[in-house]
C-alpha cells in the first residue's frame, strides 16, 4: 500500500509518518496485516510534480495539510479550501478513487462562538468539497458490480495541542 500523507510536516503529520514508517519497517508490529510499501510525504515544500506522482501513484490519502495560524484571514481559504480542491482535481485527473481520510475542526460547524470565523468557513468549505467528491466523482466512476470502500469521512479534531 502505497500512503500519501498532507500536511506531512505539521505536528499530526509528522506523528502519523513516524508511526507508519515503524508500521513499514517492522518496528511496530500490531499490524501485520497492514503492508506498506511507500509513504509519501507532501507538505509546503514540495512541487506540483510530486503531487501529481503521488496522488497517480497512491491508495490511500490521510489530508492533514490545512492553514490555521495565517499572515493575512484570505490564506485561510487558499490553505484549507485551495489545496483541498488541487488534491482532489489531481486525484479525478489520475481517475484514482482510493480513500481519503480528511481532518476538519469542529469549528467548521459555524455554530456558536464559531459562527463568524474566517477558519471555520474555510474548513467547512473544504469539507464541503470532499462531501461533494465522494458523491459527485466517487460514485459516479464507480461500477455498480465493483466493490468499493470508498465512504466519507470527516474527521473533526476537537482538541489537539502541540507541546
Same mark, same amino acid.
Given at each position: ?5 498532507? =500536511? ?8 502519523? !509518518? @513516524? ?22 510525504? #507532501? ?11 503521488? !496522488?497517480?501513484? !497512491? ?19 487558499? =490553505?484549507?479550501?485551495?489545496? @483541498? ?12 478513487? !482510493? ?8 469549528? @467548521? ?9 474566517? #477558519? ?12 461533494? #467528491? ?5 460514485? @459516479?466512476? *464507480?461500477?455498480?458490480?465493483?466493490? *468499493? ?15
Amino acid at each position: 500500500m502505497n500512503i500519501l500523507i498532507t =500536511g506531512a510536516k505539521g505536528f499530526v503529520g509528522k506523528n502519523l !509518518c @513516524a508511526a507508519l514508517k515503524n508500521i513499514r519497517d517492522n518496528k511496530d508490529r500490531r499490524f501485520p496485516e497492514l503492508k506498506i510499501e511507500e509513504i509519501f510525504e #507532501y507538505d509546503l515544500d514540495s512541487t506540483p510534480q510530486e503531487l501529481d506522482q503521488w !496522488c497517480r501513484d !497512491c491508495d490511500f490519502v490521510f489530508n492533514l495539510a490545512g492553514v490555521n495560524r495565517p499572515q493575512n484571514q484570505e490564506e485561510f481559504m487558499q =490553505g484549507n479550501f485551495g489545496f @483541498a480542491s488541487t488534491l482532489l482535481d489531481t486525484l479525478k485527473k489520475h481517475g484514482n478513487r !482510493c480513500p481519503v481520510m480528511l481532518s476538519s475542526s469542529q469549528q @467548521a460547524s459555524l455554530t456558536g462562538r464559531f459562527g463568524n470565523s474566517e #477558519y471555520g468557513r474555510s474548513k467547512k468549505a473544504g469539507e464541503d468539497l470532499f462531501l461533494n #467528491y465522494e458523491r459527485d466523482f466517487l460514485k @459516479a466512476t *464507480t461500477d455498480l458490480t465493483d466493490k *468499493t470502500d470508498n465512504e466519507e469521512s470527516v474527521q473533526s479534531e476537537s482538541s489537539v495541542f502541540e507541546k
